[in-house]
């Protein structure tokens, strides 16, 4: 399965952003999805999971302003960004993993930059 993250730029603060993950290759199943972010000097942090019915969690900084969600018709997870705060600012990237308990990624996509500036 190979996982391609688009829809990163540049946003002004309080403005939105819609990313998209896309899975391609022997999608057989549908397993749980996150996505992650790695600002500059910070280690990579896991942002929000949706799992194989849906359910979400979210790391406690963009709660209320974040959206995970998945199409799985088209095995996309979509990440909805608003009121975004310069401190969003990183590389995103999508993982499918496992979930037991906690979210383990086991695979990743090629990074998308949000930069969020005035």
């Known amino acids: 399965v190979q996982l391609q993250a688009s829809g990163g730029g540049l946003a002004q603060p309080g403005g939105s952003l819609r990313l998209s993950c896309v899975a391609s290759?022997?999608?057989?199943?549908?397993?749980?999805m996150g996505w992650h972010r790695q600002a500059p000097g910070k280690e990579r942090e896991l942002v929000a999971v949706?799992?194989?019915?849906?359910?979400?969690k979210y790391e406690d900084s963009v709660k209320g302003r974040f959206t995970i969600s998945r199409d799985n018709a088209r095995n996309t997870v979509y990440l909805q960004m608003n009121n975004l705060k310069l401190e969003d600012t990183a590389v995103y990237y999508c993982?499918?993993?496992?979930?037991?308990?906690?979210?383990?990624?086991?695979?990743w996509g090629l990074g998308t930059q949000v930069t969020v500036s005035s």
């Open positions: 949706i799992s194989s019915n849906g359910g979400t």
């Open positions: 290759g022997s999608v057989h199943s549908i397993p749980p």
């Open positions: 993982s499918s993993g496992i979930a037991t308990g906690t979210y383990v990624p086991l695979q």
